[in-house]
Nanobody, 121 residues
């Protein structure tokens, strides 16, 4: 079992930046990802990164968000720049037992509790 703990959420103005962190413990983790869920919407994929540092992200955040990880610290990060009100959501960290990059929820079996990000206009 993997335990994931997110931090770094908060309130920021449009155009601002935040950096989310996700610390993991438990089994060795391969691919990790960030998802987000706004009220009354489905949880959606944001970005993923493999153990070997290959990464991908959703079109809606491309050029603004960057996923990275520090394997020595078992931590994954999400740097969010040029934030928009539509980025407001609870952001969840997830870990997958599968190799490769994945962008659907069913491919992840461990989830953090979520951290709120609110972007004011």
């Amino acid at each position: 079992q993997v335990q994931l703990v997110e931090s770094g959420g908060g309130l920021v103005q449009t155009g601002g930046s935040l950096r989310l962190s996700c610390a993991s413990s438990g089994r060795t983790i391969g691919t990790m990802a960030w998802f987000r869920q706004a009220p009354m919407t489905e949880r959606e994929f944001v970005a993923a990164i493999t153990w070997s540092m290959s990464s991908t992200c959703a079109e809606s955040v491309k050029g603004r968000f960057t996923i990275s990880r520090d394997n020595a610290k078992n931590t994954v990060y999400l740097q969010m720049n040029s934030l928009k009100p539509e980025d407001t959501a609870v952001y969840y960290c997830a870990a997958s037992p599968l190799l490769g990059l994945h962008n659907t929820r069913v491919q992840y079996d461990s989830w953090g509790q979520g951290t709120q990000v609110t972007v004011s206009s």
